[in-house]
């Protein structure tokens, strides 16, 4: 008998793109399990197509704890986590295949493909690893916002592919990485205190650029031309707008809630 597999969703508000994300795992999954942030869209509904493991948790600020919660719903010895603007291909289910019964590794890092305004970003650094498939009682997530995998045993590579499709417009990424910052910046905060002035500096006025200039240059995101320009910069921004609200959270009488 094959390992069973759960794929842990986590949704909130994401009526519009859900249904592609669980359509590709439909029929190939065990297990569909769905923790939702308390979504006030249609999103539960379109989720309840596929599966009745839909649990509502008010997001607490960690997507570690959503992403532990989600596995331990779970029956099935193998987890793979995913967001609702990801989507599983058939390639990649067919290399699962290869390791499904006899896996050698505790978890495996695979690639995530990355589309960003509908362009492919498979020349430059965004066409990377990411860890999200694993054994479920080998490993958990920590990490409030950038979360990371842990696992009790090796760790592996599984050469295929996820598909991910996060920004359909500027406006999007404005508004998810709006949120991403703000609670970056308070989880910062949270774990360091209050830092020397030197460091937030650097932080604001170097780093940004710094981090722009790795993409582009020194990982070659050139290679995706404009779209690879236009990214690039847009993460510098991510890390000053992530620090200034850790610098506003360092000032008297800020709010910290």
């Known amino acids: 008998m094959k390992k069973s597999l759960a794929v842990v969703l986590l949704t909130r508000n994401e009526a519009q793109r859900i ?6 795992v439909a029929g190939w999954a065990n297990e569909i399990i769905i923790v939702d942030g308390n979504s006030t869209d249609t999103t539960r509904d379109i989720c309840q197509k596929y ?7 008010p997001f607490g600020g960690s997507f570690s704890e959503d992403r532990n919660f989600g596995a331990a719903q779970a029956t099935s010895e193998w987890i793979l986590q995913l967001d ?5 291909p058939h390639s990649f289910k067919q290399k699962f295949e290869t390791i499904r019964n006899n896996p050698t590794h505790a978890a495996y890092k695979t690639r995530r493909k990355n589309f960003f ?4 970003m498979n020349q430059g650094p965004w066409y990377h690893y990411i860890q999200v498939l694993y054994l479920k009682d080998k490993a958990r997530f920590y990490g409030d916002v950038h979360e990371r995998l842990e696992c009790g045993g090796s760790l ?11 920004f359909q417009s500027i406006e999007q990424w404005v508004t998810r990485q709006n949120r991403y ?15 020397p002035r030197k460091m937030i500096r650097r932080q604001l006025l170097y780093k940004p650029f710094k981090m722009s200039w790795k993409l582009y240059v020194t990982k070659k995101g050139y290679r995706d031309g404009f779209h690879g320009l236009l990214f690039s910069l847009l993460y510098g921004f991510e890390h000053f707008l992530k620090w200034v609200k850790y610098w506003e959270l360092t000032q008297p009488g800020s709010n910290h809630d």
């Open 181 to 195: 910052t703000t609670l970056a910046a308070k989880e910062i905060f949270e774990t360091k205190g209050v830092l």
């Open 84 to 88: 609702a603007d990801e989507m599983v």
């Open 156 to 166: 592996g590579i599984l050469e295929a592919e996820i598909e991910h499709h996060p």
């Open 117 to 120: 305004l509908g362009h492919c």
């Open 51 to 57: 599966t009745h493991k839909i649990f509502v948790r």
């Open 19 to 24: 249904e592609t994300c669980l359509e590709s």
